[in-house]
Nanobody
Framework: QVQLVESGGGLVQAGGSLRLSCAAS????????TGWFRQAPGKEREVVAS????????YYADSVKGRFTISRDNAKNTVYLQMNSLKPEETGVYYC?????????????????WGQGTQVTVSS
């Protein structure tokens, strides 16, 4: 069974930085795409960034391109999200996701694996 545990969230001022980490258990981590999703208050959960199993292919939401960087260390079963120049509208719960089928991209369905989420609050 896959378990994902996020860490690194917190309170930061606008323009600041945070680095999120997601530690995965289970033997399949290095075979599947992983990603970070964000759910702001009153809004749908949306993908922020994702990375292929080998780290070669990455995807970023338009709103975070140039400021966020996703990476993974398969030897440590960990995926990271470096977030720079944070904005107040990026406040929300950030969820780590491991796709259950694809090694290239995440789908973000209920059939995939999800962490419990970590709160990120960006103050203005």
């Amino acid at each position: 069974q896959v378990q994902l545990v996020e860490s690194g969230g917190g309170l930061v001022q606008a323009g600041g930085s945070l680095r999120l980490s997601c530690a995965a258990s289970g033997p399949s981590f290095s075979s599947y795409a992983t990603g970070w999703f964000r759910q702001a208050p009153g809004k749908e959960r949306e993908v922020v960034a994702s990375i292929s199993w080998d780290g070669v292919n990455t995807y970023y939401a338009d709103s975070v391109k140039g400021r966020f960087t996703i990476s993974r260390d398969n030897a440590k079963n960990t995926v990271y999200l470096q977030m720079n120049s944070l904005k107040p509208e990026e406040t929300g719960v950030y969820y780590c996701n491991q796709d259950s089928q694809s090694g290239v991209q995440v789908s973000g369905t209920k059939n995939d694996y999800w962490g419990q989420g970590t709160q990120v609050t960006v103050s203005s």
